[in-house]
Structures are given as C-alpha cells and as structure tokens.
C-alpha cells in the first residue's frame, strides 16, 4: 500500500533544467517523469504544480525596470511553458494527464476547475496545474501548498535539488546537520528557505505535511511515496511528535 492516497507534488522550474539554470532539460525531465509513471501505477493520485524559474522570475525581472505585477504575470505563462513540456514528457511514458491554468488559456489547456481536477484524478489522470495562483505577487510555492488544499491532498512534496532540510546551509558549512522532521512552527521561526512563509503557513492551517525531496537522485520518489522509506526532511505538526 502506498503511503500516501493523493500527493500534490512542486516541481520547481530548477527541476525540470537539469544541469542548466535556464530552459528545459527533456532528459532530466524525462528521469523524473519516469519515477513519477511508477507511482502513478502504484495507485497513487498525483498532482502537480510547476514552477518557472527556469524561465523567469518576477522579481528578476523587475530589477530590469518591468513593473512587478507585468513581470509576474510573464513569469506565470513561464510555467505553463514548463507544464506542457511535462505533459508531453508523461503522456510518452504512458501516463495520461490533463493541464490546468489558472489564467484562461483554452487552446492549449484547460481552465482550473477544482472539482473537474478532483475528478481528473479519481479516473487515473496526474493533473498539472500551471500559471501559479494567476495573480501576481505570489509564487509557486504558495500556489503549490493552495492546491494541496483545495484538492485534499495527504502530503505535499516539494521535490528539490537537495535531500531535505538542514539546520544551516550546507554549501556554506560543512557540520551543517541534516534535519528529518522539523514543525511547521520551527520552520517559520526558523526562515527555513526551502519554502516561503505563506506557503508554510497555508500548509500548518490545513495540516498539509511538507515532504521536501530530492527528485534529482534517482529513486526518491518512489522510495518515498511507494515503499514508504522515510528519506528527505518531512515538515509537520507539533503534537505528532
Ligand atoms: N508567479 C506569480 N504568481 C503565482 C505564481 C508565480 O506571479 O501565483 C510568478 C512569479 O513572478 C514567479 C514566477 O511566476 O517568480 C515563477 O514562479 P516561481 O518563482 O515560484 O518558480 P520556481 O522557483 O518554483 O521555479
């Protein structure tokens, strides 16, 4: 049995460039897309939002003289780019999928209906969610931990570069020591920079716990949400301690 029922999983634009900073990397996407095939097949319902910092940042692109809200709004179409790219790389291994945006964009995906979402996934499909929460000022972090929410997801994984969290950053320090469980509390005190605040606080309110994994190294996905080995950093509550 799977751990989890239904995961929505982040993947951040990083992800999906592999080795680059910039633009996609199919074959990266294609290792990830692999592992994900095997937890669909595993029964697990699977969501996703993707992230589009491959592509562009608001804030990036803001320090260039682009107002912030234009800016985000040209990030968000980044990830719809990225979306498509992934439901391509799925549907070749077999896996059927449906995009969702939520700025309309109907020639090329569907518009976010949660409830047509929920259904999507109790017939097998992975949904991909894509343009962020379609407002500017947000990031894909805080869409990520909305959706989880609104779609009832057990566990929300935020796949990374890195195995979980640490108490400090361990490119900077050496004895940086690795964290398995942290709280949802230790985590915002903390500024822990693997997730935003609100992120992490939409997460604590609706007791969403936050798997941050390396989907870089071969095998976590499935290690993680199929045999339930306990790898990467898990976020949750106090009184489960
Ligand atoms: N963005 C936004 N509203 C949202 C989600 C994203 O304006 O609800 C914009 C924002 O400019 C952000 C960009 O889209 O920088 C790409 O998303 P993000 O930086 O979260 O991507 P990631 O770091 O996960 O690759």
Redesign the pocket.
């Known amino acids: 049995m799977p751990r989890y029922k239904r995961v929505l999983l982040?993947?951040?634009?990083?992800v999906l460039a592999g080795d680059s900073r910039f633009g996609l990397d199919f074959d990266a996407m294609r290792r990830v897309g692999t592992e994900l095939a095997e937890v669909h097949r595993a029964g697990v319902e699977l969501c996703m939002v993707?992230?589009?910092?491959?592509?562009?940042?608001?804030?990036?692109?803001e320090k260039l003289g682009i107002e912030r809200a234009q800016?985000?709004?040209?990030?968000?179409l980044?990830?719809v780019v990225n979306a498509l790219g992934l439901q391509d790389v799925l549907e070749k291994l077999g896996v059927p999928t449906r995009v969702q945006t939520?700025i309309e964009m109907r020639a090329v995906a569907e518009p976010y209906i949660r409830r047509r979402a929920l259904r999507h996934m109790e017939k097998g499909r992975v949904v991909i969610f894509a343009?962020?929460?379609?407002?500017?000022?947000?990031?894909?972090?805080?869409?990520a931990a909305l959706r989880a929410a609104e779609m009832n997801a057990d566990c929300m994984v935020k796949g990374t570069k890195v195995d979980g969290i640490y108490d400090r950053d361990p490119s900077a320090y050496k004895d940086a020591k690795f964290l398995s469980r942290v709280t949802y509390s230790e985590a915002l005190r903390d500024g822990i920079e693997v997730m935003d605040a609100s992120a992490f606080s939409l997460c604590r309110e609706n007791r969403i716990p936050i798997l941050v994994l390396n989907v870089r190294s071969q095998g976590t996905l499935v290690s993680a949400l199929v045999k339930g080995e306990r790898i990467g950093t898990i976020v949750e509550e106090e009184e489960t301690e």
């Open positions: 982040k993947l951040s634009g990083e993707v992230g589009g910092g491959n592509m562009l940042r608001g804030r990036d692109v800016a985000d709004y040209m990030g968000m980044g990830t939520a343009a962020g929460t379609g407002s500017p000022f947000f990031s894909t972090d805080t869409t």
